[in-house]
C-alpha cells in the first residue's frame, strides 16, 4: 500500500498528491511516470511523476479527474492509499544523459498544456539547476484551470501563460504564443512539448517549420507499462514503438500524431459506461452516508 | 478382467454452456473415476512416460498409489520432481510429452496422466495436505525475479532449504503467464493463489510492483540489498506484430493485450474498472496456446471467431485438448492462409482482414516444412478485431541494466550451464528469459535446478569466508 502524504487542490477537478514511495523516489528521473492502481478492482493507470524527494521518500503526481479511475482517485483524502504505485517507468528525458555544458547557456523552450504543466517541473528543476535558460508557456482553457504558475515561475526566465477564453494572459492557444516568439527572433536549442496530443501535433508543426528540435512526451493508452500488452504501440519515423518502454518522450516530428490520437479513443464507449456506473455507485454511497 | 482400452471419461462443461462462462472446461475426476482410469496403468518396468516427462516425475509409482486409494502417498511421489502438478497436470503438452509415449496409446488411447496427476493435486488443496517441510535456516538472503512458474519453483525450493527469499514482481499480482495469459477456463486462479500461498506460508516474500531495472536493479540488490545470489525468471513476455500496414488501427490488438484486459483486469466481470473491447467478428492470427486462450476468451464474450493460421491443421503448435475444446466452442480455422493488410472505415476502425494462401514448400534446417504464399491468391475476411498471437520475446530490460551478463543475439539471457548460470557470478537465470517463448513445467524445471546451483553456489562462497577467517 502507498499512503497519501498530502492531498491539495490546484483547480477545480485537479489535484496534487505526494505519495509515499521510497523505492520509486530513490530512482526517479525527469520525464519518467508512475502506473497506479487505486484500488482492488482498479483499473492501472500511467501518471506522470511530477516531482520527488529522495531524502523523504515522497513522490508527486498531478492528476485530473476524467474518467472513472481519475474520479476514485480524486476523491481520495491524506492518509488514504493507493494498492498499487509502480515505477520509474519509462525513459528518463534526454537530457540527462547531456554533458553539462550540452545544457549550461542552452536556451529551452516549454510548451505546456493543461496537467501538462506538472511533468514539466522536475524537467524545469533538473535544467535550471545545471544553467540552462528556460522559458515556458502555460496553456489552459480558462483561469481557474492554470495549476502551479507561482512554482514555476520561480525555476524559469521568461513565463509566457495563454488562456482559450482570454480570462488570463494572452487569448488563444499556445501555439499563437509559440509562433510570436519565434517571429520575434528568439531562439531555441529545444522545444520540450507536453499536454493533449492535439497540442502536441500543432506545436510539432509549427516547430518543424522553424527546424527547432522538438520533444514529446506521449500519453498514449496503457496497461502493463513494462513493454508486455502492446497497447501503448505509436508510430514514430515509420516504425512501431512501444511508448511505456521506448518513450514517453519521442522526437516531435517523427510523431504520427492522428493515428495516435484515434488510439486514444479505442475503448471510449466502454469508459463512458464505467463513469455513469462510477458515478452511480458514489451517489448511491452518498445517499448512505447521510441517513 | 481386461484392461480398458478407453479412458475413464472425464465430466466436462458441455460447449454450449461453456461458450457464455469462463468457468474451468473440464471438472476432473472424481475418486472412483480417478482409480478406475489408474488401472489402466500397467506399471511398466521400463515406463516410456518418464522418459518423456521434461522433470521425470515416477508416474507408475504415482498412479499405483492412486489405485489403492493412497492419494497423500501420490502426492509425495509428484512433489519430489514437481513443485506444480495442479498447473502442469492442466497445461502441460501431454500428449508430445508423457502420455504421447505411454504404451497404452499403442493399441488404445493412453492413461490420462495428466488428469490423474491433476487429481492428486486438486486433493492434495482440499484436504490441506502440507508437503514441505522446511529445512534449518540459511544465513543467505536469494532474490527472485519474476514470479511466474521458474520464479515460484525456484522460490519454493530455496525456501525449503531455509533460504531468505524474496521474489520480485512488475505487475501488481504474482503468478505471471499463469495470471496474466492462461485464462480462467483453463486454469483457474484460485488454484494459481494457493500455489502463492503456500510460499508465504513457508516464508517467501512478494514484493510486488517492483521493476528490475527500473525501480531497482540487480546490482542494487546485490551490492546494497544484500542479496547474495539472483535468480531472473523473467519470462518472455514481449509481443511480436507482423510490420504488415494497419497494425495500429483501432480494433487491432496483441493477443497480451487482449487476456491481460480479460486476466489480470478481469475486465469481463462488470464490477472491475479495465475496459475491453469485443469484435462481432473476430480473426486470431496464430497457432499456439495463445491464439486459442484468445479466440476462446472471445468466443466467451460473445464474438464469431475465426483463427487464421499460415501452416495446416497438423503443424498447430497448440495443446491437443485446446484446439479440440476450440472446435467444438465453434471456433473457425482458416489454416494456410496468411494475412498481408489491414485496412479501416473512415473512423480508423479495422473491418476488413487482406489474406493470402499458402502452401508448404521444402524443409527448413529444423525440418519444418515453411510455409510460402501461392501467387494471386489474395482475399478478404471482414472482421470488426484483429488480435495478433505471434509468439513473444524476452525482454531487454534486466540485460541492459546489469553489469556483465552476456545475452543472446536473439535476446534471451545466455546462461553458461543447465543449471542457469549466468557470465556474472551469483547471478542465475531461467525459463522463458533463457529458452524464448516454452512451457510452464520447462520454466518450473528451470527453476528447480537452478535453485540447486544457488545453494552449491552459496555454500561454496561460505566456506571459502569461513576457510579465510579461521586462516587469520
Ligand atoms: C505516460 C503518461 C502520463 C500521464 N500523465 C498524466 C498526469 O500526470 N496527470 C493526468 O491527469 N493524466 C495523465 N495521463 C493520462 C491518464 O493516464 C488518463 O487520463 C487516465 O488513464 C484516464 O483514466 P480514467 O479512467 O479516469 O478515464 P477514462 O474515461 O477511462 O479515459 C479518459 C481518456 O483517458 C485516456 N485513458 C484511458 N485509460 C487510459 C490508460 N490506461 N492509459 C492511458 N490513458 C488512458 C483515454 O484517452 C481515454 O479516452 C498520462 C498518460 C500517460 C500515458
Ligand atoms: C496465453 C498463454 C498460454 C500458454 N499456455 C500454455 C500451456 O497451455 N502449457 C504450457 O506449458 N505453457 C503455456 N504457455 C507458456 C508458459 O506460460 C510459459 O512458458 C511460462 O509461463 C514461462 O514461465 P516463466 O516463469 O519463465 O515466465 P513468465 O510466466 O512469463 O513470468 C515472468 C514474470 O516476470 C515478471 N517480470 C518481467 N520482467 C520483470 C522485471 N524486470 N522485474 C520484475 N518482474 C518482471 C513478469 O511480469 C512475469 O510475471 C502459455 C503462454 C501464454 C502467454
Ligand atoms: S509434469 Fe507434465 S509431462 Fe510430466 S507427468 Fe505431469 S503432465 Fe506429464
Ligand atoms: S507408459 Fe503408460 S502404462 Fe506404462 S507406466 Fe507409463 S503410464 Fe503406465
Ligand atoms: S503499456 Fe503495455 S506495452 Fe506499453
Ligand atoms: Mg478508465
Known amino acids: 500500500m502507498f499512503k497519501i502524504l498530502r492531498k491539495r487542490e490546484l483547480a477545480p477537478d485537479i489535484y496534487l498528491f505526494e505519495v509515499e514511495a521510497p523505492r520509486v523516489a530513490k530512482t526517479a528521473n525527469p520525464g519518467q511516470f508512475v502506473i497506479v492502481r487505486a484500488y482492488d478492482k482498479g483499473e492501472r493507470i500511467p501518471l506522470t511523476i511530477a516531482d520527488y524527494d529522495k531524502r523523504t521518500g515522497s513522490v508527486t503526481i498531478v492528476i485530473q479527474a476524467l474518467g472513472a479511475s481519475t474520479r476514485v482517485i480524486c476523491s481520495f483524502e491524506e492518509g488514504d492509499s493507493f494498492v498499487d504505485f509502480a515505477g520509474p517507468l519509462g525513459q528518463p528525458s534526454d537530457f540527462i544523459h547531456f554533458d553539462p555544458d550540452k545544457i549550461n547557456g542552452k536556451r529551452f523552450l516549454f510548451v505546456a498544456g493543461g496537467v501538462g504543466a506538472a511533468p514539466i517541473y522536475p524537467q524545469l528543476k533538473y535544467l535550471k539547476e545545471r544553467g540552462a535558460v528556460l522559458d515556458v508557456i502555460i496553456g489552459a482553457r480558462s ?84 513493454g508486455m500488452c502492446g497497447a501503448c504501440r505509436v508510430t514514430v519515423n515509420g516504425k512501431i514503438r512501444f511508448t511505456c518502454v521506448d518513450g514517453p518522450e519521442f522526437n516531435a516530428h517523427e510523431v504520427d500524431f492522428d493515428e495516435a490520437m484515434l488510439r486514444l479513443n479505442m475503448y471510449r464507449s466502454e469508459e463512458q459506461k464505467r463513469l455513469v456506473d462510477i458515478e452511480r455507485k458514489h451517489h448511491k454511497c452518498k445517499i448512505g452516508r447521510t441517513m | 478382467m481386461g484392461t480398458l482400452k478407453s479412458r475413464v471419461a472425464i465430466a466436462e462443461q458441455s460447449p454450449k454452456e461453456r461458450r457464455s462462462n469462463f468457468n474451468e472446461v473440464c471438472l476432473g475426476y472424481n475418486i472412483d473415476e480417478a ?17 518423456a516427462c521434461p522433470v521425470s516425475i515416477n508416474i507408475p509409482l504415482f498412479i499405483k498409489h492412486i489405485k489403492s486409494g493412497d492419494i497423500a502417498e501420490a502426492a509425495k511421489v509428484i512433489d519430489l520432481d514437481s513443485s506444480l502438478p495442479a498447473v502442469c497436470g492442466r ?145 518472455a513476455g514481449l509481443p511480436r506484430f507482423m510490420g504488415i500496414p494497419g497494425e495500429n488501427l483501432n480494433g487491432v490488438v496483441s493477443a497480451n493485450e487482449f487476456l491481460t484486459r480479460i486476466n489480470l483486469m478481469k475486465a469481463y466481470q462488470g464490477d472491475y474498472d479495465t475496459p475491453v473491447y469485443i469484435g462481432k467478428n473476430v480473426v486470431v492470427v496464430g497457432g499456439g496456446n495463445v491464439a486459442m486462450d484468445a479466440a476462446r476468451s472471445a468466443i466467451r464474450l460473445g464474438s464469431n471467431v475465426k483463427i487464421v493460421y499460415r501452416r495446416s491443421e497438423k503443424e498447430l503448435p497448440a495443446r491437443a485438448e485446446e484446439v479440440h475444446h476450440a472446435i467444438e466452442e465453434g471456433v473457425e480455422f482458416c489454416f494456410l492462409t496468411n494475412p498481408v493488410e489491414i485496412l479501416s472505415d473512415e473512423k480508423g476502425w479495422v473491418n476488413e482482414l487482406r489474406c493470402v494462401k499458402m502452401r508448404l514448400g521444402e524443409p527448413d534446417s529444423n525440418g519444418r516444412r515453411v510455409p510460402e504464399p501461392i501467387p494471386n491468391s489474395a482475399f478478404s475476411i471482414s472482421c470488426d478485431m484483429v488480435i495478433m498471437a505471434l509468439g513473444t520475446s524476452p525482454n531487454p530490460l534486466i540485460i541492459n541494466t546489469t553489469k556483465g551478463l552476456k545475452s543472446e543475439r536473439w535476446g534471451g539471457i545466455h546462461v553458461v550451464n543447465e543449471f542457469g548460470k549466468t557470465t556474472r557470478p551469483g547471478v542465475f537465470a531461467g525459463g522463458d528469459a533463457v529458452t524464448g517463448a516454452a512451457t510452464v513445467i520447462l520454466a518450473m524445471q528451470a527453476g528447480r535446478k537452478a535453485a540447486a546451483a544457488i545453494d552449491e553456489f552459496l555454500r561454496e562462497r561460505d566456506s571459502k569466508h569461513f576457510n579465510f577467517s579461521s586462516a587469520n
Open chain 1, 143 to 226: 483561469k481557474e484551470l492554470l495549476i502551479l504558475l507561482d512554482e514555476i515561475r520561480e525555476k524559469v526566465d521568461n513565463l509566457y501563460v495563454a488562456t482559450n477564453d482570454g480570462s488570463f494572459g494572452y487569448k488563444g492557444f499556445v501555439t499563437c504564443v509559440l509562433e510570436e516568439l519565434i517571429s520575434k527572433g528568439n531562439q531555441y536549442d529545444q522545444v520540450i512539448a507536453i499536454g493533449p496530443m492535439v497540442m502536441m501535433k500543432s506545436v510539432a508543426e509549427s516547430t518543424k517549420k522553424y527546424s527547432i528540435p522538438t520533444i514529446v512526451s506521449l500519453n498514449t493508452l496503457m496497461i502493463d507499462g513494462t
Open chain 2, 35 to 51: 482409480r478406475l482410469e489408474a488401472t489402466r496403468c500397467l506399471e511398466c518396468k521400463k515406463p516410456k512416460c518418464v522418459e
Open chain 2, 91 to 235: 497445461v502441460c503438452p501431454q500428449e508430445i510429452q508423457c502420455e504421447g509415449s505411454c504404451v497404452m496409446g499403442k493399441k488404445g488411447e493412453p492413461v490420462s496422466i495428466g488428469k490423474l496427476e491433476r487429481f492428486v493435486a486438486d486433493w492434495t488443496i482440499k484436504n490441506h495436505l502440507e508437503l514441505t517441510t522446511k529445512s534449518s535456516k540459511r544465513n543467505s538472503r536469494v532474490a527472485v525475479i519474476g514470479s511466474g512458474p521458474a520464479g515460484l519453483s525456484c522460490a519454493s525450493d530455496l525456501a525449503k532449504m531455509g533460504y531468505e527469499v524474496t521474489v520480485f514482481e512488475a505487475l501488481h499480482m504474482p503468478g505471471g503467464v499463469l495470471v496474466y495469459g492462461i485464462p480462467e477456463f483453463r486454469l483457474p486462479k484460485s488454484i494459481v493463489e494457493e500455489q502463492i500461498n503456500q510460499l508465504k506460508r513457508i516464508g517467501v516474500r512478494f514484493e510486488l510492483d517492483v521493476i528490475v531495472g527500473k525501480t531497482i536493479t540487480v546490482d542494487s540488490l546485490m551490492e546494497e540489498e544484500g542479496y547474495g545470489a539472483v535468480f531472473i525468471s523473467t519470462g
